[in-house]
């Protein structure tokens, strides 16, 4: 069973607009939840990362909106740029880390 | 600034050749996943120690592959004998858990021809 569902799989934005992504997460047990954002060639790196006592967390353009009780979380990604073409990928963790399968971030300029 | 420090970044080897990939975690961190990259199942768990002792292996195929941690500095990934399926990249994760990021290495990226 797939503990972390992450969607869309790809998503083109222009340049300035608004990047979604969306998670879901099966256990209520899971008490962090941190993006990670993947470049060509380099391991994923820590972003931007959520407990479940907030609703949401936001670090300059990168903003995470959590619900709780829909045990859903979001990523938003504001005034997109070209350098933020990446891979995203959410995470749920307790004592164990879920990834989620990955979101390809396209931003034209 | 610590980092997880992973060796070699590329190995190039037969089918049937012993693969030996290294990792240093950061130090002071209790947690080390190994994980596997392709582009069809993209991070894919291959294992996991707390504080040096395997706690979960049951993503890594056992007849070909094993994970060690002879000491704190130290994590290592074997397989053998290596097959073309397991070309893929494969990551080396170190955290002080529950609840603290995961810090990932660069990746060892391994063709098996």
């Known amino acids: 069973q797939q503990q972390v569902k992450q969607s869309p799989q790809s998503l083109i934005v222009q340049k300035g607009g608004i990047s979604i992504i969306n998670c879901a997460y099966e256990?209520?047990?899971?008490?962090?939840f941190p993006w990670y954002q993947q470049f060509p060639g380099k391991g994923p790196a820590l972003l931007i990362a959520?407990?479940?006592?907030?609703s949401e967390k936001k670090e300059g353009r990168f903003t995470i909106s959590f619900n709780k009780s829909a045990k859903q979380f979001s990523l938003h990604i504001m005034d997109s740029q070209p350098g933020d073409s990446a891979t995203y990928f959410c995470?749920?963790?307790?004592?164990?880390?879920?990834f989620g399968t990955g979101t390809s971030l396209t931003v034209i300029p | 600034d610590a980092r997880v420090t992973q060796t070699p970044r590329h190995k190039v080897t037969e089918m049937g050749q012993e693969v030996t990939m290294r990792c240093q975690p950061i130090?002071?961190?209790?947690?080390v996943f190994w994980y596997r990259q392709t582009m069809m199942q993209g991070l894919e768990l291959l294992a996991y120690?707390?504080?040096?002792?395997?706690?979960?292996d049951s993503g890594m195929p056992k007849d070909r592959f094993s994970a060690e941690m002879p000491d704190a500095t130290l994590a290592t990934l074997k397989i053998q004998p290596s097959e073309p399926r397991d070309s893929a990249v494969y990551f080396c994760?170190?955290?002080?858990?529950?609840?603290?990021?995961?810090?990932f290495g660069n990746g060892t990226r391994l063709t098996v021809t």
């Open positions: 130090l002071g961190h209790n947690t």
């Open positions: 994760a170190s955290g002080f858990l529950p609840n603290s990021p995961l810090h």
């Open positions: 256990n209520t047990a899971f008490d962090y």
């Open positions: 959520i407990r479940p006592d907030v």
């Open positions: 995470a749920a963790s307790g004592n164990q880390f879920y």
């Open positions: 120690f707390r504080n040096r002792a395997p706690l979960d």
